[in-house]
């Protein structure tokens, strides 16, 4: 089974940037759609981004778009999450997860992920 770990989360004013990188070990990276959300307190969590296997396909959530780009090394066996021009909005809990499929597809929906990260905290100041 592959274990997904966060980091690159940090505090940061408006408008600045981070990158989000997601480490996985295990099993092969590779062959897995992946996914970023993020959860903020009393929220649910949500969908930000997502990749297909070989980074081929990428979706972008609207409120994320223009803004946020989804990508992954498989040599690395990393995804990131490179976040610009970020708002007070942004701030939240950002997760990764793996799909165990295969396929050229990305996946929205958190049911459609098996292995989550522990996550990484993003805090934006206006």
């Known amino acids: 089974q592959v274990q997904l770990v966060e980091s690159g989360g940090g505090l940061v004013q408006a408008g600045n940037s981070l990158r989000l990188s997601c480490t996985a070990s295990?099993?092969?990276?590779?062959?897995?759609?992946m996914g970023w959300f993020r959860q903020a307190p009393g929220k649910a969590r949500e969908f930000v981004a997502a990749?297909?296997?070989?980074?081929?396909?990428?979706y972008v959530t609207a409120s994320a778009k223009g803004r946020f780009t989804i990508s992954r090394d498989n040599a690395k066996n990393t995804l990131f999450l490179q976040m610009n021009s970020l708002k007070p909005e942004d701030t939240a809990s950002y997760y990764c997860?793996?799909?165990?499929?295969?396929?050229?597809?990305?996946?929205?929906?958190?049911?459609?992920?098996?292995?989550w990260g522990q996550g990484t905290q993003v805090t934006v100041s206006s």
């Open positions: 997860a793996a799909r165990y499929s295969t396929g050229t597809y990305f996946y929205t929906a958190q049911s459609d992920y098996a292995v």
């Open positions: 295990g099993r092969t990276f590779s062959t897995y759609p």
């Open positions: 990749i297909s296997w070989n980074g081929g396909n990428a």
